[in-house]
Nanobody
């Protein structure tokens, strides 16, 4: 089984921080780029950030620049999403996804990704 397992979601106050983890099982992430996506209630799933297989290239949507940070630890087969200064608009189910790649590239389109996690709920509320 090739799986991505997310953890770290929950309820947080506005302005608070949260760190999501995405752990791979059944395969190693060394040759995979990783993307984080989110889907708010009633909305389409959208790309948030991505990181290349070696971690040398990242990309962020404007809505999270300066607040979110993606990182990876290939030795631990895990990718992280550090979320700071959270606001209610960040409330969504967050998904990590992996795409096989040889070149150090990073993209946000959903169709580029081969494997998806089950999602982790993040709720930002007072």
């Amino acid at each position: 089984q090739l799986q991505l397992v997310e953890s770290g979601g929950g309820l947080v106050q506005p302005g608070g921080s949260l760190r999501l983890s995405c752990a791979a099982s059944g395969f190693t992430l060394d040759y995979y780029g990783i993307g984080w996506f989110r889907q708010a209630p009633g909305k389409e799933r959208e790309g948030v950030t991505c990181i290349s297989s070696s971690g040398g290239r990242t990309r962020y949507v404007d809505a999270v620049k300066g607040r979110f940070t993606i990182s990876r630890d290939n030795a631990k087969n895990t990718v992280y999403l550090q979320m700071n200064s959270l606001n209610p608009e960040d409330t969504a189910v967050y998904y990590c996804a992996a795409r096989l790649q040889v070149q150090a590239t990073c993209g946000l389109p959903l169709y580029e990704y081969d494997y998806w996690g089950q999602g982790s709920q993040v709720a930002v509320s007072s």
